[in-house]
Every structure is written in C-alpha cells, then in structure tokens.
C-alpha cells in the first residue's frame, strides 16, 4: 500500500479556500455541503496545528551550547 504524502500548509489551506468558495456558491447539495464542511474543519485543524508548531520553532532561540531558548525582545 501506498503511503499518503502530507500535504503543506499551503496546499492544505489552497484546498481550504477552493471549499469555502464551493459552499459559498449556495449550489452545493445539502449532503455534499455537510461533506465538504466537515472536510474543510479537518484542514482548518491541520492548519492551525502547522502554523502552531511553526510558532514554537520561531520563538525559539539556539543557544552556543545547542540547547533551545525561548526568544524575547528585550525592551
């Protein structure tokens, strides 16, 4: 069996806008409509937890030692 290639951020989130464009329409049928917005909450979740881990790699500073550090401005 084949494995499933995860798909990016973005293309999750092209597939996202591709279905919220479909429902706006208002020429989906009511089944393939609940289809689709329950696809579309499972992207809605993937996205939210990339773009999650992406902001804890982000705050992140590497210190010389190698150890991470949480990165703050100081003011």
């Not at 464009?21 to 208002?26: F, I, P, T």
């Not at 409509?33 to 696809?39: H, L, M, Q, S």
């Amino acid at each position: 069996m084949a494995e499933k290639k995860e798909l990016s951020f973005e293309e999750n989130l092209s597939k996202l806008e591709s279905i919220v464009k479909n429902l706006e329409s208002g020429e989906t049928p009511l089944d393939e409509a609940i289809d689709k917005f329950t696809e579309a909450m499972k992207l809605v979740e993937v996205c939210d937890k990339k773009l999650k881990n992406a902001e804890e790699k982000i705050t992140k500073i590497v210190k010389k030692d190698g150890s991470l550090e949480d990165f703050t401005i100081e003011e």
